[in-house]
């Protein structure tokens, strides 16, 4: 196994202003594509939001991973205060540090930030967390072994500029001793509204088509709980070029 880098340091972000946010939004920018990154406005108005306690009972947090100035990967997410959930929104490591467990550090480190978010909104635990993957992901089989429901519902991602909606799978990674089988239908679409209101900022997400086309694979449902996956498989390179969660193929040299 390889070993971490030395010295590295996870520090909370908590305005734009911050050095350690402005390089790891260079690093944003050169991971993601244009269809799945918000601007900087968008964290800067998060940060403002958190200081003044707007957010209360959701949350937001913005790790940065560091060695000393040199940003290695950063991670935000939410707390889903409405169904005591959290939600990682995005995770990047610098592609020279990757399989050093960079990302897995950053994801303990807001597991653990949304845990003390759960005990505050007055909940014994949190729930679980939440994120969006790609179908084909070899980590969503390795989470699925360790007790993670890929939910059976597809699942639509907003464009964030208006070109691609991206169908991806929503999981739910159990963070305490009780296996979580299944969410009920109107938690589901709470969360969903959540997701599209609070995290993508859209301002009526049911005059989306992508959205409404989720609530209604909930009509007449109690529950919704795992879905039959497809194996991962390499995706031909038209599809990579086509689907923007598959980045690592494409990412631009940000070393
Ligand atoms: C995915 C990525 C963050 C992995 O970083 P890394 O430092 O190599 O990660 P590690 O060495 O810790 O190994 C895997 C860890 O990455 C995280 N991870 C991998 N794929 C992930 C995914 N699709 N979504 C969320 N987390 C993921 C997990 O935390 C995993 O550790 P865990 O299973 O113990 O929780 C990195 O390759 C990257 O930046 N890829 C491009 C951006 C991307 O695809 N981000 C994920 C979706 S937003």
């Given at each position: ?11 909370t972000?908590?305005?734009?202003r ?45 790790l ?15 707390y ?25 550090r ?34 969503l ?14 699942y ?18 159990p ?26 900022r ?18 007449g ?10 194996s ?24």
């Amino acid at each position: 196994m390889v070993a971490p880098p030395r010295r590295v340091r996870i520090s909370t972000v908590s305005s734009a202003r911050d050095p350690l946010f402005r390089r790891a939004f260079s690093l944003y920018a050169a991971i993601f594509p244009a269809s799945e990154r918000i601007g900087r406005e968008y964290f800067k108005n998060l940060f403002e939001e958190k200081r003044l306690g707007l957010l209360a009972p959701f949350n937001f947090h913005f790790l940065v991973a560091h060695e000393g100035e040199r940003v290695l990967g950063f991670i935000s997410g939410t707390y889903l205060a409405i169904a005591n959930l959290g939600f990682v929104g995005y995770l990047a490591v610098r592609p020279s540090v990757t399989g050093r467990h960079v990302g897995s550090r950053l994801r303990q480190r807001l597991v653990q930030l949304v845990r003390r978010d759960a005990l505050a909104a007055g909940h014994p635990r949190l729930l679980g967390m939440m994120g969006e993957v790609e179908e084909g992901n070899p980590w969503l089989q390795t989470m699925r072994r360790r007790g993670a429901l890929a939910l059976d519902l597809d699942y639509l991602q907003p464009s964030t500029d208006g070109t691609a909606v991206v169908p991806l799978v929503l999981y739910l990674q159990p963070t305490s001793d009780r296996r979580v089988r299944f969410l009920s239908a109107p938690a589901l679409r709470r969360v969903l509204y959540a997701v599209y209101r609070r995290l993508y900022r859209i301002r009526f997400p049911l005059k989306q088509p992508e959205f409404r086309r989720m609530l209604r694979q909930l009509e007449g449902r109690a529950r919704v709980g795992a879905r039959r996956l497809m194996s991962p498989a390499p995706l031909p390179a038209k599809a990579r070029a086509a689907r923007p969660k598959q980045v690592p193929k494409g990412v631009p040299r940000v070393d």
